[in-house]
């Protein structure tokens, strides 16, 4: 497994840092995790939310690349029809570049009504601009001359410099949530960010249906979680920004219902009362002990090759972020990497 941080730069409702401190803070704690041993850095986007919530991801997969030496960095996900195609190739064949090529593409066509009406850009064409971007960007990565004729963006001759320094190009994800956002992923022969067992299956199966092989293919998996020493001690530190996070998720996801059920999501528990329905299951969250996080994460291990761990929540001081990133790195990702040697050493023999 591909042991991944999620990070999206945000304060809580009481503001903790200042956007200086706060972004410059959350940067260091990207370049501590290379050294911790974490695989990759995501990064998220979403716009107009006074906590800092991370409008512009580019700048910072580009800071982030200029302090590190081996870490992936990668975006989950870059909401396409909130940009046009060429910006988004030049920015990520120049990132690829600075980090020598250690960036992953990360897109989704973004759910949050009041984004799309900010912008201008009706939503019920999200769906066709995301198709017809990432289309966009592949062809920009690969060839040269490029022209597309679409019903949302025209190019004409467009040859992308740099180019990409992997080849052909940059790991390329899909962010989806319904089955058909997910097999039209695997059709087109994309990487899959998702958030359950059931969407990888139908992935894997798109896949085969498609005549790809999905061993060639990975699946993110976003998990929102916190580690400490003992159980209690964890929700003690987190419960605040992580209710604040999950209600915050919930309006969004409940505004939008995309998808059959989602107008529950507005339904999030108190404090207190969200700690015991977290206990029992109801949130799909990963807080306690290293014990508890190994145990999580071997439940999905099956069908999960990179994890996005949103670790960094909102309002946590960075000192107490920083210590459980480091309990996460000591105790949790060695255990996989034991498994992962052993297996490797039983499949050689």
């Known amino acids: 497994m591909n042991f991944g941080l999620l990070m999206s730069f945000r304060n809580s409702s009481r503001d903790e840092l ?3 401190e706060l972004y410059r803070k959350h940067v260091d704690l990207a370049v501590e995790a290379e050294d911790l041993g974490f695989d990759t850095i995501w990064l998220t986007e979403h716009h107009f939310v006074k906590d800092g919530y991370s409008p512009a991801m580019m700048p910072l997969a580009a800071a982030i690349a200029a302090r590190t030496k081996r870490i992936r960095i990668g975006t989950f996900v870059l909401l ?3 940009h046009h195609p060429i910006h988004v190739a030049e920015q990520a064949a120049t990132i690829d570049a600075l980090s020598n090529g250690r960036f992953d593409l990360g897109v989704g066509q973004g759910y949050v009504p009041s984004e799309f009406a900010a912008f201008n850009i009706p939503r019920a064409e999200r769906s066709l601009r995301l198709r017809e971007g990432v289309e966009i960007v592949r062809r920009l990565f690969t060839e040269d001359n490029v022209t597309y004729e679409g019903q949302h963006y025209t190019v004409r001759n467009a040859t992308l410099y740099p180019k990409p320094t992997q080849q052909p190009h ?3 994800w899909i962010g989806a949530r319904t089955r058909p956002a997910t097999e039209r992923a695997a059709r087109n022969g994309y990487h899959l960010a998702g958030t359950g067992s059931r969407q990888a299956e139908l992935y894997r199966a798109a896949l085969k249906a498609a005549g790809r092989n999905p061993d060639d293919f ?4 976003l998990r929102f979680g916190y580690v400490a020493v003992k159980r209690e001690k964890a929700w003690d530190e987190c419960e605040f920004g992580l209710h604040y996070l999950m209600t915050r998720y919930g309006q969004w996801i409940a505004e939008a219902n995309d998808v059959k059920g989602d107008e529950n999501y507005r339904a999030i528990p108190p404090l207190g009362e969200f ?4 206990a029992l299951g109801d949130f799909d969250l990963m807080v306690g002990t290293p014990d508890d996080a190994i145990a999580h994460l071997e439940s999905i291990q099956s069908f999960t090759t ?3 761990l ?3 929540l ?3 001081e960075p000192k107490k972020l920083r210590a459980s990133m480091k309990l996460f790195a000591d105790k949790v990702i060695p255990h996989f990497r034991k498994k992962s040697r052993a297996a490797r050493g039983k499949s050689a023999a």
Not at 218 to 221: G, Y
Not at 275 to 278: I, L, N, T, V
């Open 80 to 82: 396409m029809p909130l």
């Open 314 to 316: 909102p309002g946590i």
């Open 275 to 278: 700690r015991r329905r977290a």
């Open 310 to 312: 949103g670790l960094a």
């Open 18 to 20: 200042s956007y200086s």
């Open 306 to 308: 990179h994890l996005a």
């Open 218 to 221: 990975n699946i993110a998996q």
């Open 170 to 172: 940059p790991p390329i």
